[in-house]
């Protein structure tokens, strides 16, 4: 293991490389100061100062990494009241339904096999592995691990660390699988989480992330997944070099469809074990793509200022011909897109949201937009309905479509597009 590689990072500036510690850095696009996007604000604090935040995306030139330049401290991005709740979104219910049963074969889990899941939210994708006759342990830091222990899902509340992984070893034994899906990309103490993962497993047991892929990011125009939550956005190729660094072997690599293209990567504890062609077919596809140069980032930063602008003047427009123009669905990335175009409650005066939602009542950080129950949608009938969780468009579209809205449907990346009914 090259145990001189640091990857632990500090809150502020970050001037090299996270996985290989280069310092040739090389910036990809600037979206500007901005608000934390999971820091919903209350009706009492519209009139208070908000604090935002430097969101760069650079990329290393040496393993393909491509990072944020500035990291904001865990403990206020991911505060008690984090909003998210994977369990109240069908698409991704069933995204993790699917994930379990295909991993429980593909490495013959059974009933003696623990799976601890990393950042493991409401408990979603381990409730899908306990339907699969697993043990399952959950590590989540934020209050969103009540629910999942009200659901039967045994969640720690803590972040996950090499001290806890011992703990955790002590009390419960060594994991056969673990699993981070859409938060390995989030943590700062990388090499504290590594650490971690290598003790708690097996030998040989089997380390599952799934992450926003950095070659989706930038084929499909995905800026609005830049937020300071996503300190990382992974190649597969930082990905081999990271694990090998670590005592680990990539033996797998799949692409899903999960959030526009993710990236599935398997590593297994020890080095030298058998790899599927899979891993060397997708690295050959990066390479043929051009995702180690510079050419494709600044086409994808043209791109992006192209969308951006082209969606600021149809809301100009909209508003200009007194037209209504409102949101739908408010992921995280909603706020990166609205922050980054200068949209604000003038122009789109609400976000409707599903009635499960923790996010009602709240409002979007830097624009204050006001997020309400979706039923005003079916109500008012508005000219225009900005699908802002555009990466699920289609059963989107047809959600709202069977409910009787009749609204123009808008989809605003890669390129602004209207849906046809």
């Known amino acids: 293991m090259k145990s001189d590689l640091v990857h632990d990072v500090q809150p502020g500036p970050l001037t090299f490389c ?37 969101l760069r995306l650079v990329r290393c030139n040496v393993c393909s990494l491509a990072q944020l ?56 994708l381990l409730n899908a592995f306990k339907r699969q006759g697993t043990r399952v342990l959950g590590v989540e830091p934020t209050d969103i691990a009540d629910i999942a222990n009200a659901n039967g899902v045994e969640t720690i509340k803590n972040p996950f660390t090499e001290a806890l992984s011992r703990d955790l070893e002590r009390d419960y034994g060594k994991a056969s699988m673990m699993t981070a899906t859409n938060v390995f990309a989030h943590m700062a103490p990388l090499g504290e989480v590594i650490r971690g993962i290598r003790h708690l497993l097996d030998d040989r047991g089997v380390f599952m992330t799934e992450t926003h892929y950095l070659l989706d990011i930038i084929k499909g125009v995905q800026y609005d997944t830049i937020y300071h939550e996503h300190i990382r956005s992974y190649s597969l190729k930082s990905l081999v070099y990271l694990f090998d660094a670590n005592g680990f072997t990539v033996v797998d690599a799949v692409r899903v469809q999960r959030y526009a293209g993710s990236l ?18 997708l690295l050959a ?32 427009n909209a508003f200009a011909k ?15 897109l609205l922050n980054f175009t200068g949209i604000s409650e003038d122009l789109m005066p ?17 624009k204050h937009i006001p997020i309400v ?33 009749k609204s123009e449907l808008i989809v605003p990346l890669p390129e602004l597009r209207v849906l046809e009914n």
């Not at 599935?264 to 077919?281: C, H, I, N, T, Y």
């Not at 050419?295 to 043209?302: D, G, I, L, N, P």
């Not at 609400?350 to 830097?366: D, F, R």
Request: aromatic share 8%; proline share 6%.
């Open 18 to 54: 996270q996985v290989c510690n280069s310092q040739n850095l090389e910036l990809v696009i600037d979206l500007g100061h901005q608000p934390l996007c999971d820091s919903l604000l209350r009706a009492d604090q519209l009139s208070e100062p908000e604090v935002t935040y430097p």
């Open 69 to 124: 330049d500035y990291v904001v401290p865990g403990e206020i991005v991911y505060h008690r009241n984090y909003p998210y709740r994977a369990g109240i979104t069908k698409e991704v219910v069933d995204h993790h339904e699917t994930s379990a049963a295909e991993m429980v074969r593909k490495f013959s889990l059974n009933a003696d096999s623990l799976v601890v899941d990393i950042g493991s939210n409401d408990g979603t």
């Open 285 to 316: 596809e990066e390479e043929s793509f051009g995702l180690h140069g510079p050419e494709v980032y600044k086409t994808f930063r043209e791109r992006s200022y192209r969308a951006k602008n082209d969606f600021l003047e149809l809301a100009l």
């Open 350 to 366: 609400y976000i409707a949201e599903q009635p499960t939602s923790l996010k009602l009542g709240h409002y979007l950080p830097g």
């Open 264 to 281: 599935r990567v398997f590593a297994a504890k020890g080095r030298g074990l058998p790899v599927a062609d899979s891993v060397s077919e």
């Open 373 to 405: 129950n979706n039923d005003i949608l079916f109500r008012e009938q508005p000219d225009y309905v900005v699908l802002l969780a555009w990466h699920y468009a289609e059963p989107i579209r047809k959600l709202l479509r069977e409910r009787g809205l």
């Open 322 to 336: 007194g037209q209504r123009l409102v949101g739908n669905s408010c992921p995280g990335r909603s706020s990166t």
